[in-house]
């Protein structure tokens, strides 16, 4: 689908949204999510860009709020050279005639070890091309982190199957994840919105006395809970010595098996926090 604009197309620099497109949930402009006119006025203040015939330059694809047939309008200004707005607004319909028949019965997302797993299920493929992963930091612009084909024959499937994509950098504070399922066809669907929260705390930790005892205390702070916490005591050739568990602040550690020399001791939780410290025996 073309924009259909009848000013001069040598005039035209950019087309300017004037409403967020009708029939519509969100849409994709240069690989970026939005679901909100406010958004790409934002993104786009004098609007998106246009090539010599007066098209836009940027890919855009949109998500249908309706399953089957239907058309999403999108409603616009021609804007020229010095920033004039047409005097009409103009309009590209965008028409779907097919139904996405994946059941995706499951999307979850959870934190561990600092990285986001993304897992999903379907209970029945028809037609399927695979699943694109989505982050955001807002829950508002959305962008591709990855895409997983589908584990089913030629597409088709009539039994469960399983996904799952790491995400290895989140961002510290909220994340939020979907899925945009794609058929063979190109007709797309989204999941539900997960969210994941990477707690950045400051992590300080001290083991008394330095250098080790018999017995030494191992004192951290910055952390509530300790949710799948432990210590390793590592030498210089990075060799893991011991692991304990860990499980409140001030914790005993009993390093009198160690030989005399340098070690680190490094605090690891399935919240992804990490610190390591060293120490000396």
Do not use: C
């Not at 309706?66 to 309009?91: E, M, P, Q, R, Y």
């Not at 959305?142 to 994509?165: C, H, M, T, W």
């Not at 080790?212 to 951290?220: M, R, W």
């Amino acid at each position: 689908n073309t924009f259909g604009i009848s000013t001069d197309p040598t005039l035209v620099t950019n087309v300017k949204f004037t409403a967020f497109p009708t029939g519509a949930t969100s849409i994709v402009i240069a690989g970026v999510n939005y679901t909100t006119l406010a958004a790409i006025n934002t993104a786009y203040p004098n609007g998106l860009p246009t090539d010599a015939n007066g098209r836009p330059t940027p890919t855009i694809t949109v998500d249908p709020s309706f399953v089957g047939v239907g058309d999403v309008v999108i409603s616009f200004n021609a804007v020229d050279a010095a920033g004039k707005l047409s005097a009409n607004v103009a309009t590209a319909t965008l028409s779907f005639n097919g139904v996405l028949a994946v059941n995706l019965t499951l999307f979850n997302a959870i934190s561990n070890s600092g990285k986001s797993i993304l897992n999903w299920k379907t209970a029945s493929e028809v037609n399927s091309y695979g699943f694109y992963a989505e982050h955001s930091i807002d829950g508002t612009i959305f962008k591709q982190i990855g895409f997983v084909p589908s584990a089913s024959a030629n597409g088709n499937s009539s039994r469960d199957l399983s996904y799952e994509l790491v995400h290895n950098f989140p961002a510290k504070g909220t994340n939020y994840y979907r899925i945009k399922i794609v058929d063979k066809d190109g007709n797309i669907k989204y999941s539900n919105i997960e969210k994941v929260t990477m707690i950045d705390m400051q992590i300080t930790m001290s083991l008394v006395p330095n250098p080790v005892t018999v017995n030494s205390k191992l004192i951290i702070s910055g952390i509530d809970k300790f949710e799948g916490a432990s210590v390793m005591v590592i030498n210089t050739m990075g060799q893991v010595v011991s692991k304990s568990i860990i499980t409140q602040q001030t914790t005993t550690l009993n390093l009198n098996s160690l030989s005399a020399g340098v070690y680190y001791l490094k605090y690891v939780d399935l919240e992804g926090n990490s610190k390591t410290i060293r120490f000396v025996k």
